[in-house]
């Protein structure tokens, strides 16, 4: 799989784009990891990955989307956000999420890429603003990978994504980074309605033939004002993922990320470990995208290191869920997130306000913590990566839940049904 895969990647990519992905992320990414494990075995937390919502706005309408589309646009302005990078960089962090809303609606993400080359920014978006334009523009700056999400085949884009003839917009997108000889990656949210469309060997080579470089597969999150919980997918559904991606990993040439295991295939929560927090559209400091509460914000004289490393409301938050579970606070266990809310006295920080009330209404359910379930990575690549730079960080060493009882819970639960539906997807 490999050979293929740097041989496609070599002669597809621009070569600034390749010195960039190999310096900047590759090196100074690894650097950024290791300084993270040190500031750890002294007891001081700043996350080498930093995610950051720079505006809420988006021309779509997703199900289950947890952002304000709908609200007033917000945009961190640039200095906002080259004051944030900055402090960030003086950590000794290379790499940034960039998300939103849609990023290429921000006014002034352009000049943000342009004035951090030794940065490497994965920017998250639904690929509809990318023009031929836009993309060299990016090829030319090397310091960027688009990472486009693809929610389905032409009719269940267009119901995921609540927007017409979707599928064909965003590949028109993926086609110019492609042809622009950007690195560039696909992202799905597997849910019901696509995991039979796109969790296939199938679709995969199809991304291969079209020249996309990485694939990352995350898990529908039944999160925000419109949660679509029907949308779930069910434990024994989370485990085929699972097997899929490490099965594929080692048969298609293609890369396949994700951030929920490491190389043992235990499951992990980047939030508890720290290796990750969220900056959201007006600037909280969030312990992750789906928990859209904060104690600090970005804007904050201290600078972004200080306000950071001294965040009580964050540690708590890393420690308490990595006490209780190795996956998915938010899903697995909204009282406890509510508890650390209310303990912080933490602001919702949502345009609609109603981010208390959506927690009330979650019904605890699993996520990627299925013990008795793990799989291994097969792939000598993403073994050895994951074991010294992607792994739990000891986050979990007094996690309390037995993983025993759990284990015996799940294997009642996904025993086989008459009609193949579990009887509960709660833990
Ligand atoms: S709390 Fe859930 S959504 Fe947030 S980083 Fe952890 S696993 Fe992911």
């Not at 700043?46 to 997703?62: Q, W």
Request: aromatic share 8%.
């Amino acid at each position: 799989m490999l050979p293929a895969l740097v041989y496609r990647t070599l002669r597809t990519a621009r070569p600034k784009c390749l010195h960039k992905f190999a310096w900047n992320f590759g090196v100074k990414g690894l650097v950024s990891v290791e300084k993270f494990k040190r500031r750890i075995r002294r007891g001081e937390y700043f996350p080498p990955f930093l995610y950051l919502s720079i505006l809420n706005s988006c021309n779509l309408r997703c199900q289950g989307c947890w952002v304000d589309v709908e609200a007033e646009r917000h945009e961190l302005d640039l200095d906002v956000l080259n004051r944030t990078i900055e402090g960030a960089k003086a950590q000794g962090n290379s790499f940034f999420g960039i998300l939103g809303g849609e990023p290429f609606m921000h006014s002034q993400l352009m000049d943000l890429l342009a004035a951090h080359p030794d940065c490497y920014f994965q920017v998250f978006t639904n690929g509809q603003f990318i023009t031929e334009k836009v993309a060299s523009r990016l090829a030319a700056m090397g310091n960027v990978t688009p990472l486009i999400s693809i929610e389905g085949r032409d009719l269940t884009s267009d119901e995921r994504r609540g927007n017409k003839d979707v599928l064909n917009r965003t590949l028109r997108g993926l086609d110019h980074c492609l042809k622009a000889g950007l690195l560039t990656g696909v992202a799905t949210s597997v849910c019901q309605t696509n995991i039979g469309e796109l969790l296939t060997e199938g679709w995969l080579r199809e991304l291969v033939s079209r020249g996309v470089h990485y694939v990352w597969y995350h898990t529908y999150r039944p999160v925000g004002p419109k949660m679509n919980p029907a949308l779930a997918l069910r434990p024994e559904q989370l485990v085929e993922v699972r097997k899929f991606v490490v099965e594929m990993r080692s048969r298609v040439p293609i890369a396949i990320i994700d951030a929920y295991y490491d190389h043992r295939g235990q499951a992990l929560c980047p939030m508890s470990t720290g290796i990750s927090h969220h900056v959201g559209p007006t600037g909280g400091i969030e312990p992750c995208p789906i928990i859209q509460f904060a104690a600090e914000n970005i804007r904050d004289p201290r600078g972004i290191g200080i306000t950071m490393r001294d965040s009580a409301f964050l540690k708590d938050f890393r420690e308490l869920s990595a006490r209780h579970t190795r996956g998915c606070v938010v899903l697995e266990r909204p009282d406890l997130v509510k508890e650390i809310v209310v303990k912080h006295g933490a602001r919702d920080t949502t345009l609609r306000g109603t981010a208390m009330a959506e927690l009330d209404a979650m019904t605890p359910r699993f996520s990627q913590w299925l013990p008795g379930e793990e799989v291994p990575e097969r792939h000598w690549m993403y073994r050895l990566s994951k074991k010294f730079w992607f792994s739990d960080f000891g986050a979990y060493r007094d996690t309390a839940q037995d993983a025993e009882g759990r284990a015996r819970k799940l294997r009642q639960q996904l025993q086989p049904v008459p009609n193949g539906i579990s009887s509960s997807t709660q833990p």
